[in-house]
Nanobody, 115 residues
Framework: QVQVVESGGGLVQPGGSLRLSCAAS????????MGWYRQAPGKQRELVAV???????NYADSVKGRFTISRDDAKNTVYLQMNNLKPEDTAVYYC?????????WGQGTQVTVSS
């Protein structure tokens, strides 16, 4: 099994920055991609960013140029650096781990962007 745990959420003013962390444990050898999703009130859950085993990345249009997903293999951790945050970025952010036979989620971490 694979377990993922998110951390780093909080309250930040517009234009500020946060870095989210996602620590993976268990059978991490089977993971072929990890990503970040978010769900805001009244909206569907959406994919924010993804990074593959080979290091390729992809981003939602709404966050391109502001967010960066990265990976530290030594720590089994994926990060989401969020810069120039906007109120519309307010959401619960979820980390995901994709495997051939399963798709695992963390519990989520709240990000609130407000003045």
């Amino acid at each position: 099994q694979v377990q993922v745990v998110e951390s780093g959420g909080g309250l930040v003013q517009p234009g500020g920055s946060l870095r989210l962390s996602c620590a993976a444990s268990g059978s991490i050898f089977s993971i072929y991609a990890m990503g970040w999703y978010r769900q805001a009130p009244g909206k569907q859950r959406e994919l924010v960013a993804v990074i593959t085993r080979g290091g390729s990345t992809n981003y939602a249009d709404s966050v391109k140029g502001r967010f960066t997903i990265s990976r530290d293999d030594a720590k089994n951790t994926v990060y989401l650096q969020m810069n120039n945050l906007k109120p519309e970025d307010t959401a619960v952010y979820y980390c995901s781990a994709s495997q051939p036979s399963s798709f695992d989620w963390g519990q989520g971490t709240q990000v609130t962007v407000s003045s």
